[in-house]
């Protein structure tokens, strides 16, 4: 996972407090995935947890700009 350059820090707790309910509500929908990794019979929510952040795209000032 990139590193939010330390400038940027306030900007993206910004973004986050600016709609908290809908970033509380993506936080739950990933730690409801069952994922505990050293268990084979996991194995498909391990993947899903892994995958999870693709299909919730992110704002250009939420990733820190090109290249974060």
């Given at each position: ?29 990933l730690i409801r ?36």
């Amino acid at each position: 996972m990139p590193r939010i350059p330390e400038d940027q820090i306030d900007a993206v707790l910004a973004l986050v407090d600016a709609d908290i309910d809908k970033s509380l509500q993506r936080l739950f929908d990933l730690i409801r995935i069952p994922s505990i990794s050293t268990d084979p019979g996991y194995r498909d929510q391990c993947k899903a947890a892994a995958a999870w952040p693709d299909p919730h795209p992110r704002s250009e000032e939420a990733r820190g700009g090109e290249g974060v």
